[in-house]
């Protein structure tokens, strides 16, 4: 038994089992890839199927029509998305007494600058005229925004607790994400003056709507330290 035979004896699946569902993972990455290197639009199920090198016989066991295809494409998408979200902000906060606010706001930035937003991007533009790819995105977009939100409320339990948390987090997320939307479309650099001027106001301006939270943390750590 080879290692991964034996990995998929210790995880209670079958070899075959492991092998289709690597198939199909590798299929959903090279359709994200397609998206970012040809754009939706000019995406084909032959490209997909040359990109992540499998059989058109087995794009077609996986995923018989191409709305399915798309489908579980925009899935696998928001899905890493949230988890790159999760571990970056989680790695970041780990040992802090309090939430890292400005450190965690650059952190999503970075984030924003990667291939799985820009391919976010595109699909979002391309669905303005595509009602097939609209009625797969809106819903997947809302869920998308719940996800984010409990996964950011678990990262962040101290500021969520604050009155302002809603209003905070929706302001870093339109306001970061409606920047590097734009700076998609210029020539200049990612992050212009104007910019980096737009995300010190934010930075500022959330650490002042979370004061609430953070002064009674402090006030609630000073008393047990009385106490000892």
Known sequence: MDGKQKQAADDGKSWQKIKSEQTKTA?????????????????????????????RGAMLHHFPQRSDLIHASVQHLHRKRLEAFEETLSKL??????????????????????????????????????????????PAIRDFQTAWREKSERIFPDLALSEQYGLATALTRYLLEGIAFHAQSTQGPFLSSNSKILIDWLKLTVREMFQDVRVSKSALTAAEQRQD
Do not use: H, M
């Not at 994200?32 to 199920?45: A, E």
């Not at 606010?101 to 303005?128: H, K, M, N, T």
């Open 27 to 55: 299929i959903l990455n090279a359709a994200l890839d397609c998206f970012l290197l040809v754009g939706f639009n000019k995406t084909t199920t032959e490209k997909i199927a040359k990109q992540a090198k499998v059989s």
């Open 93 to 138: 906060n780990e040992d802090a007494d309090f939430t890292l606010v400005e450190e965690g706001i650059d952190a999503f930035w970075d984030q924003l600058q990667s291939p799985l937003f820009v391919v976010y991007c595109e699909l979002l533009v391309a669905s303005r005229t595509d009602e097939e790819l609209k009625g797969t995105l809106a």
